[in-house]
C-alpha cells in the first residue's frame, strides 16, 4: 500500500523517481507528520487519483485527522491563492499590489495544527504550482519562525518527488 503502490505503478524509466519516493518521504529529516503532511498536500496539488489515494491512505497511519484535513487544506488554499499572486506578479504592473485579494483565507490563520508546519505545505504546493510569490512570502514566513533552510529543502525535495511521480503516471495513462 502507499508509497509502494505508486513504486510498482511507476515505468522503468522513471527509476530515479521510485527511488527518490522512498528516500524522501520515507526517510525524510523532517519529523513525520511534516513529512507526510508536505506529501499529502502535494499529493492533492499533483492530481494523479492514484498518487493522492497511495499518498492519502499511508498519510493517515501517521497524521491526525486535523493534520489530514489541514494538508488538504493547505493544497486548496493555495491552489486558489498561487493563481491570483502568480498572476498580479506576471502582470508586472505594481499597482495590483495595492487591491486587496477580497479573498477568504482564514484557514491560514486557523489550520487546526501548528501554523508553522501548514506553512511548510504551502510553500510546497506552491512549488509545485509555480508561484514565485507564495514561495518567497512562506519561506520568510518559516525562517521567520525558526524552520531551518534544511527543513524547507526537505519540502522542497519532497513535492519535486510527488509531483514527478504524478506526472509520470498521468503520461502513462494517457498513452496506455
Known amino acids: 500500500m502507499g508509497l509502494d503502490v505508486i513504486k510498482a505503478a511507476l515505468p522503468e524509466y522513471a527509476k530515479d523517481i521510485k527511488l527518490n519516493l522512498g528516500s524522501t518521504v520515507g526517510t525524510s529529516t523532517l519529523s513525520p507528520a511534516q513529512a507526510w503532511g508536505t506529501a499529502l498536500a502535494c499529493a492533492v496539488a499533483a492530481r494523479n487519483p492514484i498518487v493522492l489515494r497511495e499518498i492519502a491512505e499511508e ?6 485527522p486535523e493534520a489530514v484535513e489541514a494538508a488538504k487544506g ?3 488554499v493555495m491552489a ?3 493563481v491570483y499572486y502568480r498572476a498580479k506578479h506576471l502582470i508586472g504592473d505594481e499597482s495590483y499590489a495595492t487591491i486587496p485579494a477580497r479573498l477568504r ?3 491560514i490563520a486557523r489550520p487546526g495544527v501548528d501554523k508553522g508546519d501548514f506553512e511548510l505545505w ?3 504546493v506552491s512549488a509545485i504550482t509555480g508561484c514565485g510569490v507564495c514561495l ?3 519561506e520568510k514566513t518559516l525562517r521567520g519562525a525558526g524552520y531551518t533552510r534544511e527543513q524547507v529543502h526537505e519540502a522542497l525535495r519532497i513535492a519535486a518527488v ?3 511521480a504524478a506526472v509520470t503516471l498521468d ?6
Open 122 to 124: 504551502c510553500l510546497a
Open 136 to 138: 518567497e512570502s512562506h
Open 59 to 64: 498519510a493517515a497511519g501517521t497524521l491526525e
Open 80 to 82: 486558489m491563492n498561487n
Open 105 to 107: 483565507m482564514q484557514i
Open 162 to 164: 510527488v509531483h514527478a
Open 74 to 76: 493547505a493544497a486548496a
Open 171 to 176: 503520461a502513462e495513462t494517457a498513452l496506455a
